[in-house]
């Protein structure tokens, strides 16, 4: 009786999958090759990016790092993804308050380092983009950046013959469009996972934290970690830390978004894993190093309506909280993730471009 | 032993279940052989002048304006009936773009289920499961240039153009109205019916065609009134966008006739 049912239940259960399979046409559209097993750090939560219809794969995630590393991309070649997040500094760029792009102009803020992008559920400092695949949207078409359209990227790209290679492993046929750039290149930033800092090897109690080290860690978990909350070491929210408003850049961070007057000034609260590595700091970067950062929070806070309610009295530090905090902050610098070689610019990058 | 049974019942519910949902697949396609074809065709007008790229028309302000590009999305159509339960339609992931300048673009074919219907409805815009579900393609290909890149989400309705009256540079009007974050989702059903007696009878292998008529003013006299002198352009979802959508809503109207071969 019970191996007529779980007949009954297996055939019924190919019935409808051969039928799904037949129906669901845009399914060519996903990905073949050689699965990878996407690995959540532990301690961290589930991501928020699943690779829906995005199954990771060998294949994909080499196109979608040929693509962040190729400045065809970019109207003139000069600025592919990689121009403003560089890997040695933890994808953020490096020492710039904001970044070069087309025709010299510059970004309207501060790169953000990119890693553990996959648990973001909106991106950019502003929140305002809503979902991992189609982020780079943003940059292409912004003519301070790459100034570029997608239909130009297909045409460049459709010349080249190691994308025909390249799409033709991850997808299984060269065929290129919007979709399958945007799904490749989500597949090369959603993997950027950095876990392996040496906070986090004292986490997982394979190290201890120095004598200065540790004192900076109680008084970051005092002091800081109701928004810089750890593991990702950001609750993710959006928050006004009494920055004042640039006269020239008149960015008023969240607002712009949801056309809210209480999120005037609010911005995304930035990880500050790597942090060593990300500077200058702050949205638009005015801040050049993490002690003038520290030195904001204990004495810089502009009062307005959309303060958080936190920062009223500033975060006084003293002189030896800033020493030991700083210190802390050391620790949140993954190494093996910016000498990582999988996500390094591709050995033939050069021959693409 | 009782964990045994469990095991028993739930397997076989699963297996009925699974087997009930393949075989209803089955019928839907196995009804394609009832199906007729129906046509859906979008003309734009400005009241009763059909819209041309270029020409110049006037609003019921009596304000006058051109027209360079005119744009928008409808998903998930289908045709209901009195009849509970008779009524057919397509995927709801199937989105179709309209576009003034593409006349390929005007006409919608869609394979119902043969029986009478007493009216047709569609979303009048992009739900916001694909304004927030990552890369899309076809009609919403962002190649199209239907998507806000800095404040992510599809602008379901562009109409772009000069006029006199407006004060931006070029004298340009520009609206593009979009955003999928209540209170201001510009996304909405539209339904339209068929006139008593005129229902639309599909019988299989013959094929119809209804005519929707999509009237431009009513972006400006609809339930609210827009100026171009006031407001020449929107560019963001908000308050205006969502004003500007629930005008555009009353743009749909069916012509009489229902044309069957």
Redesign the interface.
């Known amino acids: 009786?019970?191996i007529l049912?779980?007949i009954?239940?297996i055939s019924?259960?190919w019935?409808?999958f051969s039928?799904l399979t037949k129906t669901k046409k845009?399914d060519r559209?996903s990905l073949i090759g050689t699965p990878i097993r996407f690995v959540v750090p532990k301690g961290f939560p589930q991501p928020v990016y699943q690779f829906?219809?995005?199954t990771l794969t060998k294949e994909g995630f080499e196109l979608g790092r040929f693509l962040f590393y190729d400045g065809k991309l970019s109207r003139d070649g000069n600025f592919p993804c990689a121009s403003c997040h560089q890997q040695f500094a933890a994808f953020a760029t490096f020492e710039h308050r904001l970044s070069h792009g087309y025709n010299n102009q510059f970004s309207y803020r501060n790169a953000p380092g990119l890693f553990n992008v996959a648990w973001e559920k909106e991106l950019?400092w502003d929140g305002?983009?809503?979902?991992?695949?189609?982020q780079p949207?943003?940059p292409?078409?912004?003519p301070h950046e790459m100034a570029e359209?997608?239909?130009d990227i297909?045409r460049k790209l459709k010349k080249d013959s190691t994308y025909h290679k390249l799409f033709k492993a991850a997808y299984g046929d060269p065929g290129i469009?919007?979709?399958r750039i945007?799904?490749a290149l989500?597949q090369f930033t959603a993997s950027l996972v950095s876990a392996n800092s040496k906070y986090d090897r004292v986490m997982r109690g394979e190290d201890s934290f120095s004598s200065y080290e540790q004192p900076g860690y109680q008084i970051f978990q005092q002091k800081c970690s109701s928004c810089h909350r750890e593991p990702l070491f950001t609750d993710l929210s959006y928050r006004n830390t009494g920055i004042s408003v640039d006269s020239a850049l008149l960015d008023y961070g969240r607002m712009?978004?949801?056309?809210n007057k209480t999120d005037s000034l609010k911005f995304k609260v930035p990880s500050l894993r790597n942090v060593f590595l990300t500077g200058p700091y702050g949205h638009d970067g005015r801040f050049p190093t993490i002690s003038s950062m520290l030195d904001h929070y204990n004495s810089g806070v502009i009062n307005s309506l959309t303060l958080d309610p936190l920062l009223k009295h500033g975060i006084p530090l003293s002189n030896d909280d800033k020493f030991y905090l700083i210190a802390f902050l050391g620790t949140l610098t993954d190494t093996s993730f910016v000498n990582d070689k999988r996500f390094s610019a591709p050995e033939s990058v050069g021959e693409v471009k | 032993m009782k964990t045994f049974r469990h095991h028993h019942i739930i397997l076989l519910s699963m297996g009925v279940l699974l087997l009930f949902g393949s075989f209803t697949h089955k019928n839907l396609r196995l009804d394609a052989r009832n199906n007729g074809e129906l046509k859906i065709h979008f003309s734009a007008y400005s009241n009763q002048s059909p819209l041309i790229i270029g020409k110049t028309y006037s609003n019921s302000f009596q304000e006058k304006f051109t027209i360079d590009r005119f744009r928008f999305y409808v998903g998930g159509i289908r045709l209901f009936s009195g009849d509970a339960g008779a009524e057919s339609g397509i995927s709801a992931d199937d989105y179709f773009l309209f576009d003034l300048a593409d006349s390929a673009s005007e006409e919608i074919t869609i394979s119902s289920k043969a029986g009478t219907y007493n009216g047709i409805e569609f979303l009048f815009g992009v739900d916001s499961i694909h304004n927030t579900g990552g890369a899309q393609a076809g009609a919403l290909d962002p190649r199209r240039g239907m998507f806000w890149t800095w404040n992510s989400g599809y602008v379901i309705l562009k109409l772009e153009g000069t006029s006199p009256l407006s004060n931006l540079p070029g004298h340009a009007i520009e609206y593009h109205v979009g955003g999928y974050r209540r209170p201001n989702n510009v996304s909405q059903i539209v339904s339209l019916a068929f006139q008593k007696g005129k229902e639309l009878k599909i019988e299989s292998g013959m094929k119809n065609q209804v005519n929707v008529h999509v009237n431009v003013d009513k972006l400006f006299n609809g339930l609210t009134s827009i100026h171009i002198n006031a407001t020449p352009s929107c560019n963001t979802p908000g308050p205006l966008a969502k004003m500007i959508a629930d005008n555009c809503k009353q743009m749909f109207s069916l012509d009489r006739s229902i044309e069957t071969r």
């Open positions: 009786m019970k049912l779980v009954l239940f019924s259960a019935l409808q039928f845009e559209a829906k219809n995005n950019h305002g983009i809503n979902h991992i695949e189609i949207l943003a292409i078409t912004n359209d997608l239909d297909i469009n919007s979709q945007l799904r989500a712009r978004i949801t056309g």
